[in-house]
């Protein structure tokens, strides 16, 4: 299976941290190394989300990627990224193929990345929601997209998103195990599988007062007072904990989660 990375803040934040030691599964304290990818949203902070879009993808394992090292030394700073490392399923290793895949709706970018597999998930796509690779993944998120732009004749809310990306959600996880991270710049979406033998997905919420943090893969440490004002708030998911000494909450089997200014969003209501 793959792994997962995203983070949701209510400030541009870097990512360098928690991805230093994420990068260190992609081949080296785990065996997932075909291939990696980041994508970081960026903007002016515009009510609507940040629309601007950084992406890079390596077919190479992310532990021995000198893109990879450029991301873990270059504090881009966002307020929602995501970030998967590849471990081959369906597809063979190559560029169009490594996650996170990213597609246009409604005038802004969408991106996503899924840890699973799916088996018989052949859906009908139509118009300009096509797979570019041979992934199951892919052609998961394409249908979604394809999904939303027939429910919805705008952007909708994120109550109105959530509700909608749920119901998808389950359909595609019938064929197998769904976990997958998607943002479209407003709120990140989390969605941890409902196999029993499967694994799911864990988050942390940062907040004041913030504390150290010490790695799981690699041997660094963070004083996150010292780097954050009282008033930040940073939500991280991730496919197994990231640190040792961070609350790390375990998602429910099936469960869809929205994370929005960096702390966990109830779905029923709408965001201001």
């Excluded at 063979?92 to 490594?98: D, F, H, T």
Aim: hydrophobic share 40%.
């Amino acid at each position: 299976m793959c792994q997962l990375l995203g983070m949701n803040c209510n400030a541009p934040t870097d990512v360098t941290f928690s991805f230093r030691g994420f990068a260190q599964r992609g081949g080296h304290t785990d065996h997932h190394a075909d291939g990696w990818g980041i994508a970081f949203f960026e903007g002016e902070g515009s009510p609507d989300g940040d629309k601007g879009l950084r992406h890079f993808v390596d077919h190479q394992p992310a532990c021995e990627s000198p893109v990879a090292a450029l991301i873990a030394h270059y504090p881009i700073k966002s307020r929602n990224v995501i970030s998967h490392i590849r471990k081959a399923t369906q597809g063979r290793v190559a560029l169009e193929n490594c996650h996170p895949f990213v597609r246009e709706l409604w005038g802004r970018y969408w991106v996503f990345a899924h840890n699973g597999d799916l088996k018989d998930f052949a859906p009908r796509l139509h118009g300009s929601f096509r797979p570019v690779g041979d992934t199951d993944s892919e052609r998961a998120f394409c249908w979604i997209m394809q999904e939303l732009a027939k429910s919805h004749a705008g952007v909708p809310s994120v109550q109105e998103l959530s509700i909608t990306l749920r119901e998808l959600a389950a359909e595609i996880a019938s064929h197998g195990t769904f976990n997958f991270l998607l943002s479209n710049g407003q709120a990140l979406w989390a969605h941890a599988s409902s196999k029993p033998d499967s694994q799911i997905l864990y988050y942390v919420e940062r907040k004041h007062p913030f504390a150290h943090a010490t790695l799981s893969d690699e041997d660094v440490s963070v004083n996150f007072a010292e780097q954050t004002s009282p008033s930040d708030q940073v939500a991280v998911v991730v496919t197994a904990p990231l640190t040792t000494n961070e609350n790390w909450t375990a998602f429910a089997p099936g469960e869809l989660k929205v994370f929005v200014d960096g702390a966990l969003a109830d779905p029923g209501k709408r965001s201001a």
